[in-house]
């Protein structure tokens, strides 16, 4: 129960990331994020990318029953810890605080399923 309740807030907060990321429908916080990528030395194409990779994981979040599941864990995983260190590196730790709670929660996802896996790596 608690598990299916982290992955949906996991997803729907990417599904709201990544689609501003991806599509810039909302304008002031697209170009706020754009401002922010900017300021890392990134560009717009790797905005998109991010955008993918959160949209990504925002989907294969729900397939906790195949390998899909813990590896969409991993990209949110993955993607919150370099925001927190670009949060961290040009802005301040406040800026990362939503990053910080996202790494937390796709952390027990990922500890949760990490036993499937690693199971399959040892199958393979």
Known sequence: MTQT?????????????????ILGWQKFIFETQLGMFFKYGL???????V?????FGAIAIWFQVFWLGPLGA???????IGAIGCHLI????????????????????????????LNLLVAS
């Open 74 to 80: 991993l990209a949110l995983l993955g993607t919150s």
């Open 51 to 55: 955008g993918v990779v959160e949209l």
């Open 43 to 49: 560009n717009r194409q790797i905005m998109a990318l």
């Open 5 to 21: 309740i982290i992955i949906g807030l996991l997803s729907a907060f990417f599904l709201f990331a990544s689609s501003i990321k």
């Open 90 to 117: 040009w802005d301040t730790w406040k800026d990362g605080i939503p990053a910080m709670i996202t790494a937390v929660l796709s952390g027990v996802i990922v500890w949760l399923g990490i036993s499937f896996l």
